[in-house]
């Protein structure tokens, strides 16, 4: 018999490795036991090759010669791609993987946004360039606005700030510089006690003191104490809807009519507008700003992935205070670019950024809204708060829902259905790791206990969302069932396991440290 | 051990003639799990019953602490700055946040005595 080949099945003596089976690398297959790349430093080692300078400029550089080694590692170029690599390798992102971390909208980022993106006449311009030479450009800031406009029935959108949080001061700058056109002093924010951390941020940070309203027993705004709350000295209330309860704040024309008669304004927080695309106006609702996340809704990578993009709508009463520069189109037809408070009759705030905002975002953003259509992103909040719903209904059993559904675009758990397990939220979400999945957002909103929030959203196939439930039900049964050992230690599987967050906390390491130089041998 | 009050919001308080030494309950640290950060008020500073006075951050949430009482800052327990985990460890005792000079001490009698709070704590659970 021939038996000088390469074997084509497993040999007799094959078993599963033990539990203690470990390689001679390090590696784990191809889970690579990667180094710092500070430690991969080779004195004299470099990826370039620079001629020697043809003349002595030591001289030349004044203030700027260098006085020392500056400590940056030296590398050859396929170790540099190689370690980045490895350690993209390690991450969890969109594009490997279901990523549930609620009020986050982790929507898988479309490649025709990506491609869209890259086109020289986008990519390769800059904000100081002559208007004349990127009016394709300012055209598409235009008409991403006006499509935001027209989704939010506002009469006008700031299109530069740069995330949430900063929409969230850019409206609440306004509502100061509305206020001091009224020539009023109102001190107060109101912020549900379910609100996102950064609104009660905001409000401080904009000089306002934050006076929270409770949430009543059905996850929303607890309306006899915010009106209980409202008085002259009200600025404003901050209000996020859908509530990272991931329930329709449903008094919330109550609630716009209240804070207006107390002569406030109303801020919505935009975060979670992906249950409402295409489906409700928040101009219909009495809201008097929002920013909206382009990179949750409008699908431009966010999450390590990607800038955030955070326009803000404003409504008639907060319109003449938004910030420059807005992008107009004269009266020949181009674009132009309003960056002087002369150069307008409003009386504009101020400036948000140096320039006009994220450009590849609104590139990423206008891509997604023209391949959707107005139907298609009717569609995006339908099935968002299907796959949700879904989600919601399949784990009712296993998992404690914390408010009866229906929910919205997310559904909230909290940790009742641990109780007597010796099992944590920390553990349970830990333990998602093992079984290949982002866990959910933990602890968060404050208002239940143990919270876990899941938010899927409509990216997610039927199959991929069964898969996902599956896992869930069976870590669930297994954590009453009293195998409490999958979860305590985990995760198992990481190339690092358990993080003692505490200590990183209390004693943070926070750059790389030298190690002390070894002793001289004998 | 009979003059300790303790608030809705679990801080103690400790009365010993005038002076009145705080911190947050047993239940509290609980609740918070490890506590890696406390910021301590300064000495001297005047608050009035339920302002905010100090933060206490875990691992879980960075929460406020409010004065039980009217009073006068008197002294703040530094070590906290340098091992927090002394208020896991000691919460009702050597993890102390500050000491106040209590100005009306008619404002203990709104606060609950021992068991008055161990029935508060078991209706929260």
Known sequence: ?522 | MSDIRFTEEHEWIRLDGDVGTVGITDYAQEQLGDIVFVELPEQGKTVKQGDEIAVVESVKAASEIYAPVTGEVTDTNGALEEAPETVNAEAEDGGWFFRMRVTDPGELSTLMDSDAYKSYIAELD
């Open chain 1, 1 to 522: 018999m021939m038996r000088q080949g390469r074997p084509t099945r497993p040999g007799d003596e094959a078993a599963l490795p033990t539990d203690d089976f470990e390689t001679f690398s390090g590696n784990r297959g191809l889970q690579h036991e990667e180094p710092l790349i500070f430690e991969q430093d080779a004195d004299g080692r470099t990826g370039v090759d620079l001629p020697e300078p043809r003349a002595d400029l030591s001289d030349r550089l004044g203030a700027f010669k260098r006085r020392g080694p500056i400590g940056l590692p030296g590398l050859s170029e396929p170790q540099v791609m190689r370690h980045f690599v490895r350690l993209s390798q390690m991450n969890y992102a969109i594009d490997a993987g279901l990523y549930p971390l609620g009020s986050c909208t982790m929507k898988h980022n479309p490649r025709l946004n990506e491609k869209m993106a890259r086109l020289p006449g986008f990519a390769d311009i800059h904000p100081l360039q002559p208007q004349a030479s990127v009016q394709g450009a300012l055209e598409l800031i235009s008409e991403v606005g006006r499509w935001l406009c027209a989704l939010t029935a506002m009469p006008t959108v700031a299109m530069s700030p740069k995330a949430g949080a900063h929409g969230e001061l850019c409206g609440l700058m306004a509502v100061r510089a509305a206020l001091d056109a009224r020539g009023e002093t109102r001190s107060r924010v109101l912020a549900p006690e379910s609100a996102h951390g950064t609104n009660p941020a905001t409000a401080a940070m904009c000089g306002f003191t934050v006076d929270p309203i409770p949430a009543d027993t059905r996850g929303r705004v607890d309306m006899a104490q915010l009106k209980e709350k409202l008085g002259p000295d009200i600025a404003a209330i901050m209000v996020t809807n859908p509530n990272t309860c991931g329930l329709f704040e449903t008094d919330i024309l109550e609630m716009a009519d209240a804070i207006h008669a107390a002569g406030g304004y109303f801020y919505c927080d935009g975060a979670n507008f992906n249950a409402l695309v295409g489906r409700v106006r928040p101009g219909d609702l009495g809201i008097d700003a929002m920013h909206i996340n382009l990179h949750k809704t409008f699908s431009t990578p966010h999450g390590g992935g990607g800038p955030g993009a955070g326009p803000v709508v404003f409504s008639e009463a907060l319109a003449p205070f938004a910030p420059l520069p807005l992008v107009q189109k004269n009266q020949g037809g181009d674009f132009c670019l309003v960056e002087q408070p002369e150069e307008t009759s409003d009386t504009p705030f101020g400036r948000m950024t140096a320039f006009h905002g994220q450009m590849g975002m609104f590139v990423r953003a206008y891509a997604y809204m023209l391949s959707h259509g107005a139907d298609g992103l009717r569609q995006v909040a339908e099935d968002a708060v299907l796959s949700a719903n879904y989600v919601q209904a399949s784990l009712e059993q296993d998992m404690s829902a914390s408010y009866p559904g229906p929910c919205m675009h997310e559904c909230l758990f909290d940790d009742r259905f641990l109780k007597d397990t010796g099992v944590s939220t920390l553990d349970f979400a830990k333990a998602m790791i093992d079984e290949g999945y982002h866990p959910m957002t933990m602890y968060f909103p404050l208002v239940v206990h143990g919270a876990l929030l899941i938010e899927p959203t409509e990216t997610e196939s039927r199959d991929a969302l069964d898969q996902f439930i599956a896992v869930l039900q069976s870590l669930a049964r297994d954590a009453k069932a009293g195998n409490s050992a999958r979860f305590t230690g985990a995760p198992y599987l990481t190339p690092r396991g358990r993080l003692d967050e505490t200590k990183a906390a209390r004693k943070p390491v926070l750059r790389w440290q030298q190690p002390a130089p070894a002793e001289a041998a004998e």
